[in-house]
């Protein structure tokens, strides 16, 4: 049984810069791909970024492609979501997010384990 516990949000203006951190511990790290989706007030979860399992490619959603980084640091078990130029509309509970195959996907229902969240806030 994985576990995920993020932190990192906050409330930040707008053009401001946040990191999210993942960290996983209860199964094998290296190899599992992983992901960090978003829920607005109202609104489906959905995909902001995910990264192999093996050969650290990553992938982005259209609206955070190059303003948001994925990496992870297999010796420390940690996932992290670098944000920058951050607007409103980024304003969402993140949820990070494992699957136990190395290949990522951008479906909500293709990862098997699921942090609890934490909210990113961003002002005008």
């Known amino acids: 049984q994985e576990k995920l516990v993020e932190s990192g949000g906050g409330l930040v203006q707008a053009g401001g810069s946040l990191r999210l951190s993942c960290a996983a511990s209860?199964?094998?790290?290296?190899?599992?791909?992983m992901g960090w989706f978003r829920q607005a007030p109202a609104k489906g979860r959905e995909f902001v970024a995910a990264?192999?399992?093996?050969?650290?490619?990553?992938y982005y959603a259209d609206s955070v492609k190059g303003r948001f980084t994925i990496s992870r640091d297999n010796a420390k078990n940690i996932m992290y979501l670098q944000m920058n130029s951050l607007k409103p509309e980024d304003t969402a509970v993140y949820y990070c997010?494992?699957?136990?195959?190395?290949?990522?996907?951008?479906?909500?229902?293709?990862?098997?384990?699921w942090g609890q969240g934490t909210q990113v806030t961003v002002s005008a």
């Open positions: 990264i192999h399992g093996n050969n650290g490619n990553t």
């Open positions: 997010a494992s699957r136990s195959m190395g290949y990522f996907d951008t479906r909500a229902n293709a990862y098997d384990y």
């Open positions: 209860g199964r094998t790290f290296t190899g599992v791909a």
